[in-house]
C-alpha cells in the first residue's frame, strides 16, 4: 500500500509554504511520536509580528471564528500568534486534528472555513521539519493565528487555526464481544495486534468483526484513512505487512485504493474503531496457486485501526 499525502490545509499555493512536507507517515518512516523535542517543536515556529498581532479574533476554540483587521493588512512574511493557549505542549510526531478558516488581507473576506465538521481533514503528524513552522509547539485547545504574504498566484491570507486534539496513533473505542470462530487478537501496550489462527478452513467470503467501535466520523467510499494495520496469510499465519513493524506510523490511502476485501473492512466503520477483516482470494489478489513472490492465492487476514478520514474532494 502507498502512501497518499495529506491535503494541507487549503487548496490555496500559501499553504505549500506553511505545512512545506506534511503529510502522514508511511510504513518506511523513521518518525515516531517521540522522534523530536518539545524544543524543537517550539524553536520551529515562526516568529509573532505586527500583521498576526494585528488580527482580532472572536468566538470560541473549536467552533468557526471570526476576523477583524484593517485593511488592507500588509503582510510581508510569514507570522504566527497564539492567541489562545491550550494547556499542554505538542511533541513532535504526535497526530493533531485541527480546523481553520482563512481570510483575504486585502478585503477581509472569508475565503474557506475547513475541519469544524467530521470527515472534512485528516490528523496531521507535526514536527520541527514538517508543519512546525505553523503549529509549533501549541497543544490541544490553542488556537493560532498565522499571516502569510501573496504568492505568484495566490492572495496574501490570515489563517484561524484550531488544534482540536492530539489523536492516538491506536484506535480508542470500546471493545465490542469477540466473534466466536474468528482470528484472536492480543494486543501490546503500544497497540499493535498479534493475530492467531483457528483450526479449520478459511472463510470462502469476507468476514467483517468490530473489535473497537469508534465514535467519530463514518468512513465513505472514497474517503482518505488514516489507519495502522497488521496483516497475515491464512496460509503459514506469517506478518507480510505492518504499519507498527515499520517504525509504528500510521499511514494513508483512499478507500478505493486497495483491495476490495479491504475496502469493504474499512467504508462504513467509524473513526476510532479497530476491525479484523478475512479476506479470500476472490476479494484479494485473485485465485491462483500460493507461492512465494506474491499473495495470488492466499486468504489474507488484517486488523486495522481507522484513526481518521477524510472526505474526497468532488470533481469540478
Known amino acids: 500500500m502507498r502512501i497518499r499525502?495529506?491535503?494541507?490545509?487549503?487548496?490555496?499555493?500559501?499553504?505549500?509554504?506553511?505545512?512545506?512536507?506534511c503529510s502522514a507517515g508511511s510504513p518506511d518512516s523513521e518518525a515516531s511520536p517521540t522522534a523530536t523535542a518539545v524544543a524543537d517543536l517550539c524553536d520551529s515556529a515562526a516568529p509573532s509580528g505586527e500583521a498576526s498581532e494585528a488580527v482580532t479574533v472572536e468566538g470560541e476554540v473549536g467552533t468557526p471564528p471570526t476576523a477583524t483587521?484593517?485593511?488592507?493588512?500588509?503582510?510581508?512574511?510569514?507570522?504566527?500568534?497564539v492567541v489562545d493557549e491550550g494547556p499542554d505542549e505538542l511533541t513532535g510526531g504526535e497526530f493533531i486534528e485541527y480546523a481553520y478558516s482563512v481570510f483575504d488581507a486585502e478585503t477581509g473576506e472569508s475565503l474557506a472555513t475547513v475541519g469544524y465538521e467530521p470527515g472534512e481533514t485528516l490528523p496531521q503528524q507535526v514536527s520541527a521539519e514538517s508543519g512546525g513552522q505553523l503549529f509549533g509547539c501549541a497543544g490541544a485547545g490553542s488556537r493560532i493565528v498565522a499571516a502569510a504574504p501573496a504568492g505568484d498566484t495566490t492572495p496574501a491570507v490570515v489563517y484561524v487555526i484550531d488544534i482540536l486534539s492530539v489523536v492516538p496513533i491506536?484506535?480508542?473505542?470500546?471493545?465490542?464481544?469477540?466473534v466466536?470462530?474468528?482470528?484472536t487478537v492480543e494486543l501490546a501496550e503500544n497497540g499493535a495486534p498479534t493475530i492467531t489462527l483457528p483450526a479449520g478452513d478459511a472463510p470462502t467470503a469476507t468476514q467483517v468483526d468490530v473489535l473497537k467501535k469508534g465514535d467519530g466520523a463514518t468512513v465513505q467510499t472514497g474517503d482518505t484513512v488514516l489507519v495502522q494495520y497488521t496483516g497475515v496469510k491464512w496460509s503459514d499465519g506469517t506478518v507480510f505487512d505492518s504499519t507498527w513493524e515499520k517504525g509504528g506510523v500510521p499511514t494513508t490511502?483512499?478507500?478505493?485504493?486497495?483491495?476490495?476485501?479491504?475496502?469493504?473492512?474499512?467504508?462504513?466503520?467509524?473513526v476510532g474503531s479497530q476491525v479484523l477483516v478475512v479476506i479470500p482470494p476472490v476479494d484479494g489478489y485473485g485465485e491462483g496457486e500460493i507461492n512465494d513472490t506474491d499473495?495470488?492465492?492466499?486468504?489474507?487476514?488484517?486488523?486495522?485501526?481507522?484513526?481518521?478520514?477524510?472526505?474526497?474532494?468532488?470533481a469540478q
Open 170 to 178: 491506536a484506535a480508542w473505542g470500546e471493545e465490542q464481544p469477540p
Open 295 to 314: 499473495l495470488v492465492g492466499e486468504t489474507l487476514v488484517f486488523v486495522v485501526d481507522i484513526l481518521g478520514t477524510q472526505r474526497a474532494v468532488p
Open 69 to 81: 483587521f484593517d485593511l488592507p493588512l500588509e503582510i510581508t512574511e510569514i507570522q504566527r500568534t
Open 5 to 21: 499525502p495529506i491535503v494541507a490545509l487549503s487548496a490555496f499555493a500559501v499553504s505549500a509554504v506553511l505545512l512545506a512536507g
Open 253 to 270: 490511502f483512499a478507500t478505493t485504493g486497495v483491495v476490495a476485501g479491504f475496502q469493504k473492512a474499512l467504508e462504513g466503520q467509524t
Open 180 to 183: 466466536a470462530g474468528s482470528p
